[in-house]
């Protein structure tokens, strides 16, 4: 697994997955993001892993640069997946919003949210309508989904 952070360039050409959701803005906060990729790694995960958090788990200071490389990574992403584990004020995730909104047409998403996340019932909602998917409220159980469906991906591009 190669993880690839938001103060590097973004790797293409390869089977990825894009962690999206809240980024954790106060410096005691954990980035949820840290567990996720001990589980990406635990499960085997052999392909790219785009963070966008610095390699040090701070966020970038300058908001293009950052917005900049989430859309290339994101566009270059084999699978968007989403982890919203929303609280309010500390992880409020509203850019999350617009990106789960944006990115939910190409049908290269997979979403979740642990059972205490706050205001996500519009994006279950939606979730539910343009996948026929409940939402998955387990981070392993997510990300071993998210890795099928990467391989699934890659087996249809195969075929053609």
């Known amino acids: 697994m190669q993880i690839n952070y938001s103060d590097q360039p973004v790797i293409t050409g390869k089977k990825s997955i894009f962690l999206a959701g809240p980024t954790p803005r106060g410096e005691n906060q954990i980035s949820w993001r840290k567990e996720a990729c001990t589980i990406l790694e635990k499960l085997s995960f052999d392909g790219v892993v785009y963070v966008p958090e610095y390699s040090t788990w701070h966020p970038k200071e300058d908001y293009t640069d950052q917005a900049m490389w989430e859309r290339l990574a994101l ?5 968007i997946c989403f982890w919203v584990p929303r609280t309010l004020p500390d992880m409020a995730g509203f850019t999350t919003n617009v990106e789960f909104g944006y990115w939910l047409p190409t049908k290269k998403v997979i979403y979740g949210r642990p059972d205490y996340a706050k205001k996500i019932k519009y994006l279950d909602w939606l979730y539910e309508l343009d996948y026929n ?3 998955i409220n ?4 997510l990300l071993t989904e998210t890795i099928k469906m990467v391989g699934e991906k890659e087996d249809n591009e195969s075929k053609k």
Not at 75 to 79: G, L, P, Q, R, W
Not at 138 to 141: A, P, S, V
């Open 75 to 79: 566009t270059e992403a084999t699978i």
């Open 138 to 141: 387990d981070l392993e159980k």
């Open 133 to 135: 998917k409940k939402p």
